[in-house]
């Protein structure tokens, strides 16, 4: 989305479909929905969903994973 940024599973630079609603956001890869979240009518927001990050926790439980704003490039993870 153009304001927020939400999580979704899927690998950096793969190419998904979003569909916004009144009330939520999906993001499609192939058709099927693969990320579901409310909508945020806010600016500069992060929506997560722990989910998505698991195989990432499975490989590197170490991994510290801190709040920031990623960079509006690709192969962040975000959609924007």
Request: net charge positive; hydrophobic share 35%; proline share 5%.
């Amino acid at each position: 989305m153009k304001t927020n940024w939400y999580s979704t599973p899927l690998d950096a630079g793969v190419r998904a479909m979003v569909k916004v609603w009144p009330s939520e956001v999906e993001v499609f890869q192939d058709f099927a929905c693969v990320a579901r979240h409310q909508r945020c009518y806010g600016r500069g927001h992060q929506l997560l969903n722990l989910e998505h990050y698991l195989d990432v926790l499975e490989k590197k439980p170490d991994i510290e994973f801190r709040r920031r704003r990623p960079a509006n490039r690709g192969g962040t993870g975000y959609l924007s």
